[in-house]
Nanobody, 124 residues
Framework: QVQLVESGGGLVQAGDSLRLSCTTS????????MGWFRQAPGNEREFVAA????????DYADSVKGRFTFSRDNAKNTVYLQMNSLKADDTAVYYC?????????????????WGQGTQVTVSS
């Protein structure tokens, strides 16, 4: 049974930092590309960041580039999203996603496995 469990969300003020974690089980983690997506109320789910299965290549949405850092620890089957200089516009539910692929993708339909999400709220 595949599980992706996000943690680390919360309520912070603009300018603060948070680190999200996504711990997986039931996957051959080292063979999976990973992604983070987010969805704000009334909006569609949008791409945030992605990393290849080896961790050598990352991709970021323009809105978070330079502020967010995506990393993975294959020994712990876990990925992290370090979020700095948070803005009110970053408020959303953040989802972790996984797919068995050698590529790196921005589209949600490219990922087969999803977590339940963790809420991030940034007050201005």
């Amino acid at each position: 049974q595949v599980q992706l469990v996000e943690s680390g969300g919360g309520l912070v003020q603009a300018g603060d930092s948070l680190r999200l974690s996504c711990t997986t089980s039931g996957l051959t983690f080292s063979r999976c590309a990973m992604g983070w997506f987010r969805q704000a109320p009334g909006n569609e789910r949008e791409f945030v960041a992605a990393v290849t299965r080896g961790g050598s290549l990352t991709d970021y949405a323009d809105s978070v580039k330079g502020r967010f850092t995506f990393s993975r620890d294959n020994a712990k089957n876990t990925v992290y999203l370090q979020m700095n200089s948070l803005k009110a516009d970053d408020t959303a539910v953040y989802y972790c996603a996984a797919d068995y692929t050698t590529g790196i993708y921005r589209t949600s339909f490219s990922y087969d496995y999803w977590g339940q999400g963790t809420q991030v709220t940034v007050s201005s």
